[in-house]
């Protein structure tokens, strides 16, 4: 019932930007955690930013914070990653994820405490 469909993906010369959207139908709430993860060949999966419903509680990785942003749309049920300033270490499939009951930092860049995640979309960025 739930199902989570992202868009945006594609690639791009570094220094360049994408914007990944994330549409989300079946969550009645508001009130869930959103994160966007990542998984790079040969890597394990990573979150990259994570928010609740109204971006009181955001998480943003080391590696992309000042050049990545997400937003949610609660209106649209939507959920979006700014990317700019894009480097050929970004190159991944980016997944977004929603999850219930996730109340603190620790439990928000786990994946294991998401139950519903996006198809996936790939983001090439190249030199």
């Known amino acids: 019932q739930v199902q989570l469909v992202e868009s945006g993906g594609g690639s791009v010369q570094a220094g360049g930007s994408l914007r990944l959207s994330c549409a989300v139908s079946g969550l009645n709430s508001r009130n869930y955690v959103t994160g966007w993860f990542r998984q790079a060949p040969g890597k394990e999966r990573e979150c990259v930013v994570a928010?609740?419903?109204?971006?009181?509680?955001?998480y943003y990785a080391d590696s992309v914070k000042g050049r990545f942003t997400i937003s949610r749309d609660n209106a649209q049920n939507t959920v979006y990653l700014q990317m700019n300033s894009l480097k050929p270490e970004d190159t991944a499939v980016y997944y977004c994820a929603a999850g219930v009951s996730i109340q603190y930092y620790e439990d928000m860049i786990n994946p294991t405490r998401y139950g519903y995640w996006g198809q996936g979309t790939q983001v090439t960025v190249s030199s």
């Open positions: 928010s609740n419903w109204n971006g009181m509680r955001a």
